[in-house]
């Protein structure tokens, strides 16, 4: 009998769109390989019902808020449904980049310097909280703290740019971090099953590679492999296992990374639901180590909670 799958795309976060085409692509490849799968919008459907429509597992197609942040993951643990992707509490963390960054601190990682406010405390800013973004010296980034996809990121040149920016990210999340922007080239790790894949090198005209870059330029270009000598890239390799692990992630995942112009990298997040779209970076890396898009769904279906 066929293995009967829901694929949970869509939810109600600002990455809805990319995770609708993202959960397509997975449908229509579990399809191909013989599952009787389904699209299963999280917006529209009660994953309660997963259990009472006889799905034998879960495969998590959510980016974002509800979907990465360890709120469908408890529900599934609670229904007894195998899923993919990180457990609970690595979602959790991993959608919270200042907490993730505590973490890797904790553990000697690579992290750029930051700030981080609470909406409560932060309007007007205080003189103490000024000073600390003023060490940071500008250029700086302002991020919401719990955003994928580049969404409310602004990158701030001047003390005049700063209050706006600052409300962007606010109007996203009720906490942000202002991080030191460091110029220098972009790479994504691609981690499957605790290995990882061929590094990919991210190159674009836009100032940081921000939504823009992501889903919309056809100017930005990916090289994988990225370039990087044999020596740098195992450095990268080990510094992006030791930053999954930290956070006790699973299945299949990125880790992003910058390098700047000492030769230093820098980690600058992890996403626990890549994107599988055919401008996802996790179907290229994989391409490139030999594994074709249809055996990547099935390797990360066959790696569940």
Partial sequence: MKKKIAVL??????ERNISIKSGNSIVQSLLKSGFDAYS?????????NLKKDKFDKAYIALHGKGGEDGSIQGVLEYLK??????????????????????????????IVPDVY?????????????????LKLKFPILIKPNNQGSSIGITLVSSMKELSKAIDIAFSYNDDILIEKFIK?????????????????HISTKNNFYDYNAKYKSFSTQYSCPSGLNII????????AILAWNALSCKGCGRIDVI???????????????????NRSLVPMAAKEAGISFDELVLLILNISN
């Avoid at 795309?9 to 600002?14: C, D, F, K, N």
């Avoid at 299963?40 to 309660?48: A, Q, V």
């Avoid at 409560?120 to 909280?129: D, G, M, R, Y």
């Avoid at 972009?186 to 894949?197: A, D, G, H, R, S």
């Fill in 184 to 200: 220098g080239k972009e790479y994504t790790v691609t981690i499957l099953n605790q290995k990882t894949l061929p590094t990919i």
């Fill in 9 to 14: 795309l869509g939810g109600t976060s600002s």
């Fill in 259 to 277: 390098l700047d112009k000492t030769n230093k990298f820098w980690l600058l997040e992890v996403n626990t639901i890549p994107g599988m779209t």
């Fill in 117 to 133: 406010i609470k909406k409560k405390n932060a309007i007007p800013l205080n003189s103490f909280t000024i000073k600390k973004i």
């Fill in 40 to 48: 299963i919008d999280t917006r529209d459907y009660s994953i309660i």
């Fill in 232 to 239: 740098q890239e195992k450095k990268l390799k080990k510094i």
């Fill in 81 to 110: 449904i195998p899923y993919t992707g990180s457990g609970i509490m690595a979602s959790a963390i991993s959608i919270d980049k200042f907490r993730t960054k505590l973490l890797w601190k904790s553990y000697n990682l690579p």
